[in-house]
């Protein structure tokens, strides 16, 4: 029978013989063992139908009957091998069926499939079914649980993506909102840096205005002029004294043993005290005016404290944050004065942080 085969290159050169590459060769096909024969009926024919085509099963070394009987040798190893993988293979796909169907039984993918989701029914004659209630699949077959996994993985691939594309919506509209923000932010700092300079224009010098245009005006210099048209109507009324410098120190004491502070809202009035407090809101409508009860004590004689009220009044204006400490009628006199709203004595308030620093303006 022929035989179409192709010549190996290089064993035909080291042979001497006279050509290579692909030759139809004679072959009595009844000197092949029976085995060879079988393999070699496996072979397609040739385009005229009158032999057959084992080109595509590689080279061989000579165009005889060696020659051919050495290809089919590779051959039957090639198969051997192939089967040898695939059989390999089919066990570790069997080993990964019995480790996703203990994994499943065990409740490792409940949380991934929303609970119990997968849920062990009856066996079948073709093996173990799980019923997936209003998934894609109805029915898989735990025989063929490298499909379980697939599907598991997929569901797994679908909730990353789904993730993935949620954290990428949510940062692009973070990202818009803080571009938002900013921008309001920007429009409101011009506005408050347009008030400015206009009440610098009506309140303030002509230097403060244009030391101001460039950039170069102090801030107290601005919170000044910003206190004055907020709280211009409180202008003579007296400034707290600090606390501080009444507490009683222990005799003995040279008096650096540090003084403690605190301060509180006012929890009740004397009437010279809501006077005063009436009145120095309507003097000053835009801010917030309270009454404060400062405490202050000596760190060697906690017993002894000594107590002032004050006005606290706070404002702003053009993003300018100002407040002042105004002194008010109270029940202990140290030292007096006279009462803007009623004529009566009381003592001059002092306010003071708990800090200890000096919170006037």
């Known amino acids: 029978m022929q035989i ?18 692909r030759m139809t060769v004679e072959i009595d096909l009844a000197q092949l063992a029976a085995e060879d024969r079988e393999l070699l009926a496996e072979a397609p024919t040739t385009y005229d139908g009158t032999g057959l085509d084992v080109v595509g099963w590689g080279s061989v070394p000579s165009p005889d009957l060696a020659g051919l009987q050495a290809l089919l040798g590779a051959r039957r190893a090639e198969i051997a091998r192939k089967k040898g993988e695939a059989e390999k293979r089919e066990a570790q796909r069997l080993a990964d069926c019995a480790e996703v169907a203990q994994q499943v039984r065990a409740g490792k993918y409940d949380e991934v499939l929303d609970g119990a989701q997968w849920r062990y029914c009856h066996l079948m004659p073709d093996g173990p079914h799980y019923y997936v209630p209003g998934g894609p699949w109805d029915w898989s077959v735990l025989g063929d649980l490298a499909t379980v996994r697939v599907l598991i993985e997929e569901e797994l691939a679908r909730r990353q993506e789904a993730e993935a594309a949620a954290r990428k919506r949510e940062a692009a509209a973070g990202k818009e909102r803080e571009e938002k923000e900013k921008a309001a932010r920007e429009a409101v700092a011009r506005a408050n840096e347009q008030g400015i300079l206009a009440l610098l224009r009506e309140r ?46 222990v005799k003995g004491c040279l008096g650096d043993c540090g003084i403690e502070y605190r301060a509180e809202d006012l929890a009740s009035y004397g009437e010279c005290q809501w006077a ?56 202990i006199a140290t030292p007096t004065v006279t009462c803007p709203k009623c004529g009566g004595s009381g003592q001059i308030a002092a306010y003071e942080s708990v800090t200890g620093s000096d919170p006037r303006d």
Request: hydrophobic residues 40%; charged residues 25%; aromatic residues 4%.
């Open 4 to 21: 179409k085969m192709n010549i190996d290159k290089t064993a035909a050169i080291k042979a001497g013989l006279a050509g290579f590459g």
């Open 276 to 331: 005063a407090l009436r009145q120095a809101r309507a003097l000053a409508p835009d801010c917030l005016v309270s009454a404060r009860l400062n405490r202050a004590w000596a760190a060697c004689n906690r017993a002894e404290e000594t107590r002032r009220v004050s006005i606290l009044v706070q404002g702003e204006l053009h993003g300018v944050k100002v407040s002042r400490s105004y002194a008010m009628p109270a029940e």
């Open 204 to 249: 303030g010098t002509p230097s403060q205005v244009e030391r101001f245009e460039h950039g170069v005006l102090p801030e107290d210099e601005i919170k000044a002029v910003v206190r004055e048209a907020l709280m211009g109507g409180l202008d003579g009324w007296p400034l707290y004294e600090r606390i501080g410098d009444h507490v009683a120190h």
